[in-house]
């Protein structure tokens, strides 16, 4: 199949142009007659005044919508059209793996060594046909430590392949549909290549990828199992395969992502119910399951300016602190890997005291076993938030650009460290608790200045 054999998701075929979509969606807020306009503007591929440039990717529309149209997807359709227009801003190649530079090839700088030692296991790792995957994901990759050395790995096979781009669901997320549709042939033909029947993923980004939009969107078909890990770890609490030691006894409240809005919500329990078997009390924020606010990374996605970029993807998250913080619980929980290193680095940036763990961590320590928390959130926290400023300033000089490869290019590898002396300032920097609290207040004060929403 071709990128132009793309079968949109949105149906306007069945759209009655009711605008309750944009009116009840909890970033805009449009009034009604304004959403109407506004999603005839979108369907017509007009110049959108809100939606476009402010929507945070959240996937509540698609639920709101009576008609179950999919208006989620008309918004993706109209990014991609601006992405072949105008490419994607310089910071960008953050997310990138095959882009110099990028978060993976900078972060080799600081891994320490147990965990370059379970990097190098997971990405030079071949399954076996009779192996249970668990596919780890570019955003573990980030934090090796949440899972590395856990006996929840026992008789799985731990892939690392940071160039799956997570099935592509953070580019389906941009919009980047065309993108996305390489992504989905490539991993087909990994898969293949593997031939294991049972696939299990951290994230629920990434079964909805490829149950839904690999199969549906882009023509790409698997048999496969694809398993959800918190189905997959609550089935192993019933069954006692996973042994609670330690009720934690711990009030928390609980993220839902983006994604677990798709495919009807049935990624809303299973979390809830893995805690309240490790003792935790779950005390909901205002804004969950249907209605959760993003943790702020799609503020990117409805970029306006390059610079903007990480002032956005801050200030939407701290709607979610103010939320969680609300609730008087003692931590928040996030069971998404992406949604985890945003919100660590805003917990920092913002100097919020709430606790913030995966849900992972929260089933290992009810296990009875060690983490290093929170020194190793800190201390990752820092090194995102130095790649981040590092990468911020070199694009300043650099112009859009479009993905051009999805694999890495063996003679030009885009993931070995390279000097980059200007990052390794700034990291040393950052090693000083009055140059982090000066720089938290920095970013704080510049935060209404270049944020554009
Ligand atoms: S997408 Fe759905 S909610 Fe939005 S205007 Fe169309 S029918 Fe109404
Ligand atoms: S994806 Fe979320 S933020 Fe964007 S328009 Fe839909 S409901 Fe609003």
């Known amino acids: 199949m ?48 809100y939606v476009l440039n402010k929507c945070n990717t959240c996937l509540s529309c ?6 179950e149209v999919n208006p989620y997807q008309l918004i993706l359709e109209r990014w991609n059209d601006r992405y072949k227009k105008r490419g994607a801003p310089p910071l960008y190649r953050f997310i990138c793996p095959t882009e110099d530079p990028n978060i993976w090839q900078l ?7 147990r965990e370059r030692r379970w990097i190098y296991k997971w990405m030079n ?47 389906y997320q941009v919009g980047y549909l065309d993108i996305v549709q390489n992504i989905a042939e490539r991993c087909k ?15 629920d980004a990434v079964q909805y990828i490829f149950s839904e939009v690999h199969p549906k969107e882009m023509g790409v078909h698997y048999e496969k199992n694809f398993i959800n890990f918190n189905e997959w770890m609550l089935e192993k609490l019933n069954s006692r395969e996973i042994k609670i030691e330690n009720d934690l006894n711990l009030d928390v409240t609980i993220h839902d992502n983006c994604f677990s809005k798709s495919l009807g919500g049935k990624y809303w329990d299973p979390p809830r119910k893995i805690l309240a078997k490790c003792g935790c009390n779950i005390i909901e924020m205002k804004h969950i399951k249907d209605n959760s606010l993003c943790c702020g990374f799609g503020a990117g996605a409805s970029w306006v300016k390059n610079i ?3 002032f956005d993807i801050i200030s939407e998250g701290t709607k979610k602190f103010k939320e969680a913080e609300k609730t008087g619980a003692s931590a928040l929980i996030s069971y998404c890997t992406g949604c985890l290193y945003l919100l660590w680095a805003t917990k920092e940036l913002l100097g919020s005291k709430i606790d913030i763990f995966h849900i992972v961590e929260v089933v290992r320590m009810a296990m009875g076993e060690k983490l290093d ?59 000083i608790g009055i140059v982090r609290k000066v720089y938290a207040k920095f970013f704080r004060f510049l935060m209404p200045l270049f944020n554009t929403r």
Do not use: M
């Open 2 to 49: 071709t990128t132009s054999e793309r079968t949109p998701a949105f149906r306007e075929d069945l759209c009655n142009l009711c605008g309750k979509c944009l009116h009840l969606c909890p970033v805009l807020h449009l009034p009604l007659e304004v959403a109407k306009i506004e999603v005839k503007r979108l369907i017509k591929g007009e110049e959108s005044k």
């Open 62 to 67: 698609n639920l709101y919508c009576p008609q």
């Open 107 to 113: 972060l080799n700088h600081f891994l320490s060594n």
């Open 125 to 171: 790792s071949t399954p076996k046909s009779e192996d249970t995957i668990l596919l780890l994901g570019n955003y573990t990759h980030l934090f090796p430590f949440i899972i590395g050395g856990s006996k929840l790995l026992e008789n799985l096979k731990p892939i690392d392949k940071i160039d799956q781009w997570e099935g592509g669901a953070y580019l």
């Open 189 to 203: 033909r990994d898969f293949d290549k593997w031939g294991a029947k049972n696939i299990i993923h951290l994230l």
């Open 308 to 310: 903007a970029i990480p």
């Open 373 to 431: 928390y929170p020194k190793a959130h800190i201390k990752r926290a820092w090194d995102i938030i130095a790649i981040i400023t590092y990468q911020l300033f070199v694009s300043i000089f650099q112009k859009n650009f479009y993905i051009s490869r999805i694999t890495y290019n063996k003679d030009k590898s885009t993931y070995q460290p390279k000097k980059n002396s200007l990052l390794r300032i700034i990291r040393f920097l950052f090693n």
